[in-house]
């Protein structure tokens, strides 16, 4: 058993008091490799935002447990070298079973998530006490999820989006003791949220997606005042890497993601933690990609990681700033 806090790590109940208070939200960047990792840590120290450090169960059979482990001990100490102590969480994303988050929990992670939104409630309900009994001996916080939101998280796909029923919340906070809950208001998971047919094209011929269920959002803020509220699947899709990719021998599909002043707007409520993976990886593939297509004769890792974690530093530190406006609360 390795606890979190021998690694400098920190669980995500402070943060997220702190988050709500202040009307931002913390970032939970995932990550799967040490450019990410780096690129992560130095957008998050330089703009002195608080992060989650995010990793899928594909990420952690893809990078090894012990080896992500020691990785946020080194991040921590990296913060540190860089000048700023931000506060660190390491957190399952969408832990499938009492097993996986058992796992996490006794490999140093701080902060779990038990996704057992597809299930039958009580089943899910069942499920996620188990674990935060468990967790909460330990001194480690519990998402839960109600509601399915469209599109692909691990191998988990939904084509179509259960919304989060409100008059369910307060019951499953209850009954099951989570520290936070992800609710489905209409944001999806990866780079392909929405089709063309969901949404309606601005004056300059932009596709817009549907808006963001805010009346949702609102009445689970009434029934569980001051709880902290995740949103999964909260990627942007930038434009600029989805052109980036396919100008340089990609293939991805016309795509659009949540606005980012609906984000803002979210970030300002009791939604104090925002989930973003795909964006980083349409950064990174985009840059690469650009960099092999420009410079044919590269082939020192470095030549295309280096600029790729550039990228990725760059925006996830305007995201800090401009989208959930964590950027200056680290030592809150
Ligand atoms: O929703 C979760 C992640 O974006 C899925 O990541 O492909 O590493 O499982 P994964
Ligand atoms: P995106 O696919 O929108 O980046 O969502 C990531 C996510 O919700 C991770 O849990
Ligand atoms: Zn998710």
Redesign the pocket.
Known sequence: MVSYKDLGLVNSRDMFAKAIKGGYAVPAY?F?NMEQMQAIIQACVATKSPVILQV????RD?ANINILRNMARGVVEYAHELGCDIPIVLHL??GDSYETCKECIDNGFSSVMIDGSSLPYEENVALTKKVVEYAHQFDVTVEGELGVLA?????VASEVTHYTRPEEVEDFVSKTGVDSLAISIGTS??ANKFKPEQCTRNADGILVPPPLRFDILKEVEKRLPGFPIVL??SSSVPQEYVKMINEHGGKLKDSVGIPEEQLREAAKSAVCKI?I??DGRLAMTGTIRRIFDEHPEVFDPRKYLGPARDALKEMYMRKNIEVLGSAGHALD
Request: charged share 30%; glycine share 20%; proline share 0%.
């Open positions: 995932n799967n899928s169960r594909g990420a893809y994303d969408h599109g692909i998280e691990d191998e998971h990866g999964h699947g989930n993976d795909s």
